[in-house]
């Protein structure tokens, strides 16, 4: 059976870091193309950071660009997003999902087959 579970989220002030993590079972994450998310209540998901499974390109969105860094452990088949600089506007669901697709784009686009729970990060200011 596969699964995503999300780890790490919680209540930071601004400025501060956090690191999420994303363990995969029940199929090797690195075969397939990999991202986080977020979502805010009312919002439309934002792709954070996706990794394609041909030649490991990673992307950023721009709002989170030089400051939060996805890696990933493929013993432990697990992807992290370290977020540093943390601002209230990063205040959200973060999601992990992975996409059989060869292509990096449609799991830019969200198109995902599957999805974990979700984790809530908060930042105060």
């Known amino acids: 059976e596969v699964h995503l579970v999300e780890s790490g989220g919680g209540t930071v002030q601004a400025g501060g870091s956090l690191r999420l993590s994303c363990a995969a079972s029940?199929?090797?994450?690195?075969?397939?193309?990999r991202g986080w998310f977020r979502q805010v209540p009312g919002k439309a998901r934002e792709a954070i950071s996706c990794?394609?499974?041909?030649?490991?390109?990673?992307t950023y969105g721009d709002s989170v660009k030089g400051r939060f860094t996805m890696s990933s452990d493929d013993a432990e088949n697990t992807l992290y997003l370290q977020m540093n600089s943390l601002k209230p506007e990063d205040t959200a669901v973060y999601y992990c999902?992975?996409?059989?697709?060869?292509?990096?784009?449609?799991?830019?686009?969200?198109?995902?087959?599957?999805w974990g729970q979700g984790t809530q990060v908060t930042v105060s200011s």
């Open positions: 999902a992975a996409s059989i697709s060869t292509e990096l784009n449609p799991l830019m686009s969200g198109e995902a087959d599957y």
């Open positions: 029940g199929f090797l994450f690195d075969d397939y193309a």
């Open positions: 990794v394609g499974s041909s030649d490991g390109s990673t």
